[in-house]
């Protein structure tokens, strides 16, 4: 059974940082994709970074050059380092997993979430 457990969000002043963590049982990490998603408030859910099994990335457009995502093979964990905080940036964060990166990247076809851990900006 696969389990998801994000950690590390907070409230923050704007500009500041923060290191999200997801932690990933029951799977073989090391073999899929990850990826960060956020959803707001009367919001859809969104892509925020993903990565590969072998390191390639991708961003949103919303926080390209402020949010880094990495991942750690050997402790099942992926992480997502957010500089350069906005307001905007507020919303509940989760990370989730596929064999597939598109469907990691488009963020659809997964069968269960975690429980997120939400992240406040304020101004």
């Known amino acids: 059974q696969v389990q998801l457990v994000e950690s590390g969000g907070g409230l923050v002043q704007a500009g500041g940082s923060l290191r999200l963590s997801c932690l990933a049982s029951?799977?073989?990490?090391?073999?899929?994709?990850m990826g960060w998603y956020r959803q707001a408030p009367g919001k859809q859910r969104e892509l925020v970074a993903a990565i590969s099994s072998y390191g390639r990335t991708k961003y949103g457009d919303s926080v390209e050059g402020r949010f880094v995502i990495s991942r750690d093979n050997a402790k099942n964990t992926v992480y997502l380092q957010m500089n350069s905080l906005k307001p905007e940036d507020t919303a509940v964060y989760y990370c989730?997993?596929?064999?597939?990166?598109?469907?990691?990247?488009?963020?659809?076809?997964?069968?269960?979430w975690g429980q997120g851990t939400q992240v406040t900006v304020s101004p």
């Open positions: 989730n997993q596929d064999s597939s990166w598109l469907r990691v990247v488009i963020g659809v076809g997964f069968g269960s």
């Open positions: 029951g799977t073989t990490f090391s073999s899929n994709a």
